[in-house]
């Protein structure tokens, strides 16, 4: 069900500021209300500068000892714990930030110096130094790159005048050249080069032969590079004390999402305005009360014009429900929680698509022990809980179907592959049972609102169709037929009802009747619960077969066998898994929903301890 | 001595099979070159470009599955070959087409919506769910092209 909201609103003294903001964020029940410039409280900018160069320290680190696993439980933290300082850990991110800084720079003028020694490369057989290469009284000189093409036309060109060449090797740039010239030749030696793309080389500026500075300078980088490694050795010792900084990470956000509005304020005074549930409102009086008497705190309705977040409660089965109704959109604040009626139907259609009572054990057995060895929260833990819940479904259906890893066992039921046309029935069935639930919760809704007349025209009538439609096929005699007629007359007599003029109003009632179609392909949009089932048992089926193959020939034979086995029932059942989620999920989305619920509600995110790494307990 | 039936049953087999199977092997080949340019900005998106990208492969095991069933029924697995008649072989032939065809043209499309969701996951990691939603929507017609091939199939007495 939905939750009732209020908004807060809180007049206090500056001075308590703090305290009240921890009070309210430890008690985790209010969503702040920016207001006006949704400027956030001075000091935070450098909070939120201090949080990522705590991250990048921890980035750092995760590199150099490997990364927490996604459901690696948390430390627990006692909360006054959480809340010390930890100068060390301040420290701690300075080092690695620092640390991080030299490795990187060092890294960076090794690269340098690796790219200088290289440009060289052409030039070691020059045999004279580099700091000589200068021009004379008489003489001007020309360092650089010519196209592998032109030089022969180029040495041609030059022969006649008074300069000297030096070929060097090749370069990816073209021929390595030094060119002197007398200064009478130097400008027509000048207009060569242009003339053939030549281009100037720029020298480091070193002393000596172009062969001893490369030399140098890769002994230099390998210098450069070796202390870098010593550097990276440091941070791998200083990386065990990453939990340190997990938790001065984890306060720093904390922090930072104190910080983040500031309202409105006086001199003295300050004011802010947040969303309670309205079950909580006694909960944040008492958190503020027990920090300050000097506060006035009020809780009105929401305003017109105003939307207050939508928060779902629901029991403890269908909570983790919420997950999958949240992938699609929240629901409207004043219309339905779909969850209840939705948990069910997800829990019977997925166990339907997976339908391996073998699949199902496995993944009951596996995700409970996820469950309980991680405790992975918030979505994670929804996801996997509605996944936990399809487990014990799928070895539901799959005693019910005679599934095993692939192999027929007993049905219960029947075997939906060899009585395809059962199992077609019994899921239209399960459809069309889905599909009313969601028109009445429609009704529900529409009575709730007062319409009860659109309840009536709109919905009834066709589940009046509908049920006469059905009893045409079961019961013998007429009965059936007048029913329908019955609800078909009233949907050609209302379904234009909002039209003006009359003609148009039964023209309206006859097209709208037309609908009908799009309930047929609604219903026979749950044929996929047998084609994804069909999906599941074939797979396995194949596995089975060619396993059984291998193990016909011989000792080889059955250890391929044994990793053929296990290798395919495990891909089986990942891809299945998804598959059964998500098609799963569709039917809820596109057949359910459609049917009644109103989407765009707001998430409801309270002022709040949220940490990634640490677990703050009471 | 195999029938021309026998022929036929196998010919509806490799169409399954191959058919849905290219249209499979270019979605996840759409969706694959999409997913590696996100994974390049942030190795961290691995996990949900992958599950993208696997969405647009299930045509190509559709199209296995009912290849296996025909090869199945035509007794290609225990050694024993039956001989079809000319009809039955057409009949498996024809029964093959839905999953052929529908399995072909729906994996290229799903993964062009994939290769889509994947950018959008770039963008707004928190609703790649939805991507996920949108690619399964073509999924549908695989599923509805499978489910008619395996009926087809089923029917066929022999």
């Known amino acids: ?618 | 001595m195999l029938t021309l039936g026998t022929a036929l049953a196998f010919a509806g087999a490799a169409i399954a099979a191959s058919f849905a199977g290219v249209g499979s092997a270019i979605g996840v080949g759409i969706a694959g070159q999409a997913g590696s340019g996100v994974i390049s900005e942030d190795p961290d998106k691995f996990g949900n470009v992958l599950v993208l990208q696997a969405l647009p492969g299930t045509q190509g095991i559709y199209g296995l599955l009912i290849a296996f069933i025909i090869v199945l029924n035509i007794g290609v697995i225990d050694g024993n070959i039956k001989d079809l008649t000319t009809y039955q072989g057409m009949a498996l032939l024809f029964a093959s087409l839905p999953i052929a065809i529908g399995g072909l043209m729906s994996g290229i499309y799903q993964g062009k919506v994939a290769a889509a969701s994947i950018y959008l996951c770039a963008k707004r990691p928190e609703e790649t769910g939805k991507g996920i939603i949108l690619t399964a929507m073509v999924e549908t017609y695989a599923v509805l092209a499978l489910l008619i091939s395996f009926i087809m199939v089923n029917g066929v007495k022999l």
């Not at chain 1, 596995?543 to 395919?568: D, H, P």
């Open chain 1, 1 to 618: 069900m939905l939750i009732q909201m209020k908004k807060a609103t809180l007049y206090a003294l500056k001075e308590d500021r703090d305290s009240i903001l921890l009070a309210l964020q430890r008690d985790g029940n209010v969503m702040l209300i920016p207001s006006g410039d949704e400027a956030a409280l001075p000091g935070a900018e450098s909070v939120i500068t201090e949080a990522e160069k705590t991250n990048g320290a921890i980035k750092f680190m995760d590199m150099h000892v490997g990364k927490r696993s996604f459901l690696a439980s948390r430390t627990p933290v006692a909360y006054k714990h959480f809340l010390q300082d930890t100068p060390e850990a301040v420290d701690l991110a300075e080092q690695v930030a620092v640390l991080e800084e030299k490795i990187g720079s060092l890294r960076n003028e090794a690269l340098t110096m690796r790219a200088q020694a290289d440009a060289l490369k052409p030039w070691q057989g020059l045999d004279i130094p580099l700091e000589k290469l200068a021009p004379t009284t008489f003489t001007n000189y020309f360092a650089g790159y010519l196209p592998e093409l032109e030089k022969d036309e180029f040495l041609e060109e030059i022969s006649s005048l008074t300069a000297e060449t030096i070929v060097l090797e090749e370069a990816p740039e073209g021929r390595a050249i030094v060119v002197f010239a007398h200064k009478i030749a130097s400008a027509e030696v000048k207009h060569f080069l242009k003339a053939h793309d030549f281009t100037d080389v720029v020298f480091p500026k070193r002393v000596g032969l172009a062969k001893a500075i490369a030399v140098d300078l890769t002994e230099a980088a390998k210098m450069k590079e070796s202390l870098a490694d010593n550097l990276e050795d440091e941070g791998i010792k200083i990386a065990s004390r990453k939990e340190e900084l997990h938790l001065y990470y984890d306060q720093l956000v904390a922090k930072q999402d104190r910080m983040a509005l500031s309202g409105e304020e006086t001199q003295k005074t300050f004011f802010i305005q947040g969303w309670v549930r309205a079950d909580k409102t006694e909960m944040v009086k008492k958190a503020i009360g027990d920090t300050t008497s000097a506060f006035d705190l009020n809780f009105t309705e929401p305003e017109e014009g105003e939307i207050p977040p939508t928060v779902m409660e629901n029991g403890k089965l269908s909570r983790p429900y919420e997950f999958v109704t949240e992938l699609y959109s929240r629901p409207k604040i004043g219309s339905l929680d779909p969850n209840f009626m939705m948990a069910p139907f997800h829990f019977i259609f997925f166990g339907m698509m997976l339908s391996d009572a073998g699949y199902g054990l496995i993944l009951t057995i596996l995700l409970y022990l996820v469950l309980k060895l991680f405790n992975p929260r918030d979505s994670a833990g929804k996801l996997i809980t509605v996944i936990f819940f399809g487990g014990i479904s799928t070895v539901l259906w799959g005693i019910l179907f005679g599934g095993w890893f692939g192999l027929e066992w007993h049905p219960l039921l029947f075997a939906p592959m060899k009585e395809p046309l059962k199992m077609l029935a019994l899921c239209f069935g399960l459809g069309a049972l889905h599909l009313v639930t969601g028109m009445c919760m429609k009704m529900y809704l529409l009575i709730k609102r007062g319409q009860v007349w659109s309840a009536i025209f709109d919905e009834l009538s066709w589940l009046v169709m509908f049920a006469g439609l059905f009893f045409m096929v079961l019961l013998p005699g007429e009965v059936g037929k007048y029913i329908a007629l019955v609800g078909a007359g009233t949907i050609i007599l209302t379904g234009g009802r909002a039209n003006k003029n009359i003609l148009t109003k039964f023209l309206g009632g006859l097209l709208s009747l037309y609908n009908i179609s799009g309930y047929v392909s609604d219903l026979l949009s749950y044929s996929r619960l047998f084609a994804l089932g069909l999906a599941t048992g074939v797979i396995a089926m194949v596995i089975n077969t060619i396993a059984q193959m291998l193990w016909e020939s011989g000792t080889v034979g059955i250890v391929v066998a044994i990793f053929v086995l296990i290798g395919g029932h495990i891909f089986n059942i990942l891809i299945n898994v998804l598959g059964s989620f998500v098609h799963t999920s569709r039917l809820q989305y596109i057949e359910f929903f459609s049917k009644f619920y109103e989407a765009g509600g707001k998430a409801f995110v309270p002022l709040a301890i949220r940490t990634k790494y640490v677990d703050v307990t009471k």
